[in-house]
């Protein structure tokens, strides 16, 4: 099965040995997306601005491997602290109105110290 790395200039930079994504005939798999800019400096706010930026992040990924949001079939978030759900949510509810599958997960803790990562998978 073939497989392409996926790399785009307008998501933040991989923080370690890893591609932004990696596209097969039949799905992309985007890594965990943190709230940097593609600059990739940490972005400030709250909860809210910063599930933004991850999801920002993950749609410049899904754009360079030739898909969209409104495709992704799976998202799996990471918490610093579960007091950021409901908060997470609303932003996130926002993004992902066709309601793929999800899970959602407190860590004790994500790189750089971020309160939220979010990574997915969508149809190509």
Known sequence: MSQEVIF?????????????????????????????????ALIEGTIEDKTAQCIKNLEAVLKAAGSELAKVVKVNIFLADMSFFADMNGEYAKWFTHKPARSCVAVKTLPKNVDVEIECIALP
């Open 8 to 40: 785009t200039e307008e998501a933040a930079f991989p923080a370690g040995p890893y591609s932004q994504a990696i596209k097969t005939p039949f799905a992309i798999f985007c890594s965990g997306q943190i709230p940097a800019d593609k600059t990739g």
